[in-house]
Nanobody, 127 residues
Framework: QVQVVESGGGLVQPGGSLRLSCAAS????????IGWFRQAPGKEREGVSC????????FSADSVKGQFTISRGNAKNTVYLQMNDLKPEDTAVYFC????????????????????WGQGTQVTVSS
């Protein structure tokens, strides 16, 4: 059974920071890609960033470059999303997802390429 669990969401003031965590596990499964997506109220889900579990290569959406940083944890299949200088428009449910392949720059944000998804963690940026 595969489990993908996000944590670290919450309420933060504009300009603040949060670090989201994602832990993926499954009977000896080797995930190649772990990605972060988000869905803001009334909007479609969008890709935020992804990372290669093996070598740490990353892709990020233009909207978060320089603001969010994705990284691998020491534990296998653990990934973090460091979010700095948060803005009200970053308010969303953030989802973690795993894939069995490494996706290129033109497809890493395609949801159907990811096999397992977490339940999401709410991030609210408000004063």
């Amino acid at each position: 059974q595969v489990q993908v669990v996000e944590s670290g969401g919450g309420l933060v003031q504009p300009g603040g920071s949060l670090r989201l965590s994602c832990a993926a596990s499954g009977f000896g499964l080797d995930f190649y890609t772990i990605g972060w997506f988000r869905q803001a109220p009334g909007k479609e889900r969008e890709g935020v960033s992804c990372i290669s579990v093996g070598d740490g290569r990353t892709f990020s959406a233009d909207s978060v470059k320089g603001q969010f940083t994705i990284s691998r944890g020491n534990a296998k299949n653990t990934v973090y999303l460091q979010m700095n200088d948060l803005k009200p428009e970053d308010t969303a449910v953030y989802f973690c997802a795993t894939g069995f392949n490494w996706y290129g720059s033109s497809s890493w944000y395609v949801e159907r390429l990811y096999d397992y998804w977490g339940q999401g963690t709410q991030v609210t940026v408000s004063s």
